[in-house]
């Protein structure tokens, strides 16, 4: 069948402005649109930071 999960390494990522938000929420919806999940993984304390204060935590999946 197709892809369950969409997991995207953030480790190396040190910037993001509202541009690569919209390209995460757009992922997003596109995962989603297939039926998969995704995940950041390893995002950097100032992504993480920026993440919770536009509360994009709470809609893109994370992990450390």
Do not use: H
């Not at 938000?21 to 919806?29: D, I, V, Y």
């Not at 039926?35 to 994009?56: H, S, V, Y």
């Amino acid at each position: 069948s197709g892809i369950e999960a969409v997991v995207m390494n953030m480790q190396e990522v040190g910037f993001v402005d509202s541009s690569g938000l919209g390209m995460l929420l757009g992922a997003r919806e596109a995962a989603l649109a297939k039926g998969a999940t995704m995940t950041l993984d390893n995002p950097n304390a100032q992504l993480r930071q920026l993440l919770d204060i536009t509360k994009l935590s709470d809609i893109l999946g994370i992990r450390s």
